[in-house]
C-alpha cells in the first residue's frame, strides 16, 4: 500500500514541476491565454504539438471518421467535377 502511494506521489510531484517549469519559461502574453491554458487545458505554447492520442477512445474514432468523411467528400467532390 505505501507503496503505490510513494509512486501516486512521484506522479504528482513530477506533473507539478512540469507546470512550473511551462509556465516560467513561456508566460501567458494575456489574460485570456492564461485562462485557456489552465482553466480548459488549451495548448498555448506551440499548437503544432498536440498530442491527438491523449484523446478519450471514442473522441479520437469520432474525429478520424470525420476527417475521413471530409477527405472523401473531397475526393467525390474533385471527381465529379472532372468527369461531368
Not at 49 to 74: A, D, E, H
Request: charged share 25%.
Amino acid at each position: 500500500m505505501d507503496e503505490n502511494l510513494r509512486k501516486v506521489k512521484q506522479r504528482i510531484d513530477k506533473r507539478l514541476e512540469e507546470y512550473d517549469e511551462q509556465n516560467q519559461t513561456n508566460p501567458p502574453f494575456n489574460d485570456a491565454m492564461d485562462h485557456y491554458g489552465k482553466i480548459e487545458g488549451y495548448p498555448t505554447q506551440n499548437l503544432s504539438k498536440v498530442n491527438i492520442q491523449g484523446f478519450p477512445l471514442p473522441i479520437r474514432i469520432l474525429g478520424y471518421f470525420f476527417l475521413g468523411t471530409m477527405g472523401v467528400g473531397m475526393i467525390m467532390v474533385l471527381l465529379l467535377t472532372l468527369f461531368k
